[in-house]
């Protein structure tokens, strides 16, 4: 079965402080994605990142970088200087087998003080 | 250019009635999804559809049926709301061959009373 853990269920630093999201996850397929997605206090879901399992490279976009480590089942999330638009909900979801259905993590809510 | 829009964005209602979610892509995605997303955050796959055919149909109570008049449109029909009906609804769409990466949509707050 197909399982996403987020052991973090919230995260408070104050802004310019580095912050890392864990995810854990569970699958027996070979072929599988990683996302992340962030939600705001708007509500909506907005895609950060999909990563094939594959592909173990590190990446980098501005201030966000992910570290996918296949020997762990972990796909960690950090923000570097964090800032207080970053408060959010942060969601790390896996796809994978016939349907590619999304199996959500339950979330974690990062709060960045000023 | 909304690329996933869901109508209406707020849903009040009293228990026993029954309601619908409408929600369109203009994306060109042949596959389409509804999520619920409970009071705890948790976010849930209900169904999925891929060219007007039902690919995923996870636990649901049969009062949810969802309805695919084509392959734009994925709407959500609700009968005889309960209170645990409350959450919000999320419909997302994505290309089949790369349905992994799911577009969603703005979301629906719904309240049953």
């Known amino acids: 079965a197909q399982k996403v853990t987020q052991a973090q269920t919230e995260i408070s630093v104050v802004e310019k402080e580095d912050v890392t999201l864990d995810c854990v996850y569970e699958?027996?397929?070979?072929?599988?994605?990683l996302f992340w997605y962030k939600q705001p206090p708007s509500g909506e879901l907005v895609f950060l990142i999909r990563r094939n399992s594959f592909d173990e490279q590190n990446e980098i976009s501005g201030r966000y970088s992910w570290n996918f480590q296949k020997s762990t089942s972990s796909f960690n999330f950090t923000i570097t200087a964090s800032q207080v638009v970053d408060s959010a909900v942060y969601f790390c979801a896996l796809s994978g087998g016939a349907t590619n259905k999304l199996i959500f993590g339950t979330g974690t809510l990062l709060a960045v003080q000023p | 250019d909304t690329a996933v829009s869901q109508t209406p964005k707020y849903l009040v209602t009293q228990m026993g009635n029954d309601k619908s979610i409408k929600c369109e892509q203009n994306?060109?995605?042949?596959?389409m999804y509804w999520y619920k997303q409970d009071s705890k955050k948790f976010l849930k796959i209900m169904f999925s559809?891929?060219?007007?055919?039902?690919?995923i149909n996870e636990t649901v109570p049969n009062r949810f049926s969802p309805k695919s008049p084509d392959k734009a449109h994925l709407n959500l029909h609700i009968n005889s709301l309960e209170l645990g009906d409350s959450a919000v609804y999320f419909c997302?769409?994505?290309?089949?061959?790369?349905?992994?990466?799911?577009?969603f949509g703005p979301g629906t707050r719904l309240t049953v009373l």
């Open positions: 994306l060109g995605h042949d596959t």
């Open positions: 699958t027996r397929d070979t072929t599988y994605y």
């Open positions: 559809y891929n060219n007007k055919e039902l690919i």
């Open positions: 997302a769409s994505s290309p089949w061959a790369d349905r992994g990466t799911q577009y």
